[in-house]
């Protein structure tokens, strides 16, 4: 189920709106009807002190007199219906009508005492006040009850809390549009960058415009960039190694293809397994390429993700160089390892890291004359693990050092087969690893000196 960003920051806007104009609907309702009733209780009680004052004696008895005017403050399209009570200091009827509930509790001195109750099976609203009467027959305080019905106060309720509820409702109504406008103001560049990310040409790779949108969408937008520059970088190292590849075994393939033909068309043993020799050596060539090709892409910025690891690469040094005795020996070069006499602990690709000293040290031997000496050296110098490799061949010039990392540079003139990958497999594995390499002549000249340089692993803590 899709969902709607818009949608969502309306309804978290309007949600907590809508819940605060009912809260304030409910308060509303209730104030108007304070309102109301405190206007009814205050007309009740001006009514009922125009009858209290007309309250007196006249010849022996207590009489009260009915002013129009006492009546006429009730006046209104409700036509509510007005009843009213006055009993003397005994509880005599003196006027008014018998059925008019009394208070539950008579006033208290000169304070009204208001109420509700029923006359009639109509609702009611009464005020009682309580009069005092100068009389030496019934001397006291008189009762004045006045009431009324609820159509009109009902009536001023509705249109005190309508009318504000109405007003709430429409600043609701006029905030929900604002909303909603400014919420398609605000998700405009949002849109667009989805409009242009649909409409653009699945090929193109182009960094998106991250100006004209908000400081929230840009940290987006960098990350989209990344992630496309990731993309053109995996990209661009593909069509290098299809390049490499197809560039370094064309020239083998078509070698083995002419090896091939000759050997179909020649009759004698000797010179059919010449050629099959030739074709096996070209295999085992075009074999080497590949893995040299494949370590390569591995090592480079934006090749498969390293899994590093803490390892010794005192270790691993040790066995890459052991797995090239063989070569030594046939060579008759004299090869030597000093190691640390302590773990020398780095963070890297155990595989990366071994190409990398069976590159250097297989370079050695094969570059410089039978009977010569390569030493591999390794040591601890302050945060760095180094790895050098010294031999006593001829040595590389100075104007050539650079050049060497090429990818397929050879030295000429040059005897040896080779595919020139292999120190550019070494620099791609340091920078990997984010380490330096350097080359440099032996002391005393000539010869050659490779320095390795690696991040040394901060040691593990103790147990406990």
């Given at each position: 189920m899709s969902r709607s960003l818009r949608a969502e920051l309306l309804g978290w806007l309007l949600l907590p709106l809508a819940a605060v104009v009912a809260f304030n609907g409910w308060s509303l309702h209730r104030d108007a009807t304070r309102t109301a009733d405190l206007i009814t209780d205050r007309t009740l009680l001006a009514s009922a002190r125009v009858i209290a004052e007309q309250v007196k004696e006249a010849d022996g008895r207590i009489e009260s007199m009915i002013p129009p005017s006492a009546l006429e403050m009730f006046a209104s399209p409700d036509r509510d219906k007005v009843i009213y009570r006055v009993l003397s200091p005994s509880g005599e009827l003196i006027a008014g009508f018998p059925d008019v509930v009394e208070p539950p509790m008579r006033p208290r001195g000169l304070e009204p005492a208001y109420y509700e109750g029923q006359f009639r099976t109509q609702a009611m609203r009464a005020v009682a006040l309580a009069q005092p009467v100068i009389s030496k027959v019934d001397g006291g305080n008189a009762l004045v009850i006045v009431a009324t019905t609820l159509h009109g106060r009902d009536r001023l309720v509705d249109e005190i809390w309508l009318t504000s509820l109405r007003d709430q409702l429409v600043l609701v109504g006029i905030a929900a549009l604002l909303t909603l406008f400014g919420l398609r103001r605000g998700l405009a560049p949002l849109l667009r960058l989805r409009n242009e990310l649909r409409s653009r040409n699945p090929e193109s790779l182009k960094a998106l415009d991250r100006g004209g949108v908000q400081s929230e969408l840009r940290p987006m937008i960098d990350a989209l960039n990344h992630a496309l520059e990731r993309v053109q970088a995996y990209i661009a190292l593909q069509r290098r190694f299809v390049a490499d590849a197809s560039h370094q075994l064309r020239t083998p393939l078509a070698v083995l293809k002419t090896q091939v033909a000759m050997a179909r068309r020649d009759d004698d043993p000797q010179m059919r397994g010449e050629a099959l020799a030739a074709i096996e050596g070209g295999v085992d060539g075009m074999g080497r390429l590949v893995n040299q090709l494949l370590t390569l892409a591995r090592a480079e910025p934006?090749?498969?993700?390293?899994?590093?690891?803490?390892?010794?690469?005192?270790?691993?040094?040790?066995?890459?160089?052991?797995?090239?005795?063989?070569?030594?020996?046939?060579?008759?070069?004299?090869?030597?390892?000093?190691?640390?006499?302590?773990?020398?602990?780095?963070?890297?690709?155990?595989?990366?890291?071994?190409?990398?000293?069976?590159?250097?040290?297989?370079?050695?031997?094969?570059?410089?004359?039978?009977?010569?000496?390569?030493?591999?050296?390794?040591?601890?110098?302050?945060?760095?693990?180094?790895?050098?490799?010294?031999?006593?061949?001829?040595?590389?010039?100075?104007?050539?050092?650079?050049?060497?990392?090429?990818?397929?540079?050879?030295?000429?003139?040059?005897?040896?087969?080779?595919?020139?990958?292999?120190?550019?497999?070494?620099?791609?594995?340091?920078?990997?690893?984010?380490?330096?390499?350097?080359?440099?002549?032996?002391?005393?000249?000539?010869?050659?000196?490779?320095?390795?340089?690696?991040?040394?692993?901060?040691?593990?803590?103790?147990?406990g």
């Amino acid at each position: 189920m899709s969902r709607s960003l818009r949608a969502e920051l309306l309804g978290w806007l309007l949600l907590p709106l809508a819940a605060v104009v009912a809260f304030n609907g409910w308060s509303l309702h209730r104030d108007a009807t304070r309102t109301a009733d405190l206007i009814t209780d205050r007309t009740l009680l001006a009514s009922a002190r125009v009858i209290a004052e007309q309250v007196k004696e006249a010849d022996g008895r207590i009489e009260s007199m009915i002013p129009p005017s006492a009546l006429e403050m009730f006046a209104s399209p409700d036509r509510d219906k007005v009843i009213y009570r006055v009993l003397s200091p005994s509880g005599e009827l003196i006027a008014g009508f018998p059925d008019v509930v009394e208070p539950p509790m008579r006033p208290r001195g000169l304070e009204p005492a208001y109420y509700e109750g029923q006359f009639r099976t109509q609702a009611m609203r009464a005020v009682a006040l309580a009069q005092p009467v100068i009389s030496k027959v019934d001397g006291g305080n008189a009762l004045v009850i006045v009431a009324t019905t609820l159509h009109g106060r009902d009536r001023l309720v509705d249109e005190i809390w309508l009318t504000s509820l109405r007003d709430q409702l429409v600043l609701v109504g006029i905030a929900a549009l604002l909303t909603l406008f400014g919420l398609r103001r605000g998700l405009a560049p949002l849109l667009r960058l989805r409009n242009e990310l649909r409409s653009r040409n699945p090929e193109s790779l182009k960094a998106l415009d991250r100006g004209g949108v908000q400081s929230e969408l840009r940290p987006m937008i960098d990350a989209l960039n990344h992630a496309l520059e990731r993309v053109q970088a995996y990209i661009a190292l593909q069509r290098r190694f299809v390049a490499d590849a197809s560039h370094q075994l064309r020239t083998p393939l078509a070698v083995l293809k002419t090896q091939v033909a000759m050997a179909r068309r020649d009759d004698d043993p000797q010179m059919r397994g010449e050629a099959l020799a030739a074709i096996e050596g070209g295999v085992d060539g075009m074999g080497r390429l590949v893995n040299q090709l494949l370590t390569l892409a591995r090592a480079e910025p934006g090749g498969a993700a390293l899994r590093k690891e803490a390892l010794d690469f005192g270790e691993v040094a040790r066995s890459a160089t052991e797995s090239l005795a063989g070569i030594a020996f046939d060579r008759a070069i004299d090869l030597s390892f000093d190691g640390a006499p302590e773990p020398l602990s780095v963070v890297g690709h155990v595989t990366l890291l071994r190409e990398l000293v069976v590159n250097l040290v297989e370079n050695a031997l094969r570059h410089i004359p039978r009977h010569g000496a390569v030493s591999v050296r390794l040591a601890r110098e302050g945060g760095q693990v180094l790895l050098a490799v010294e031999d006593n061949g001829p040595g590389i010039a100075a104007a050539d050092r650079e050049r060497v990392f090429e990818r397929f540079h050879r030295l000429a003139p040059s005897t040896i087969e080779g595919t020139g990958l292999g120190l550019a497999i070494v620099k791609e594995i340091v920078a990997a690893h984010d380490g330096a390499i350097l080359l440099m002549e032996t002391q005393p000249p000539p010869g050659l000196r490779v320095e390795v340089r690696l991040p040394a692993a901060a040691p593990e803590p103790p147990p406990g």
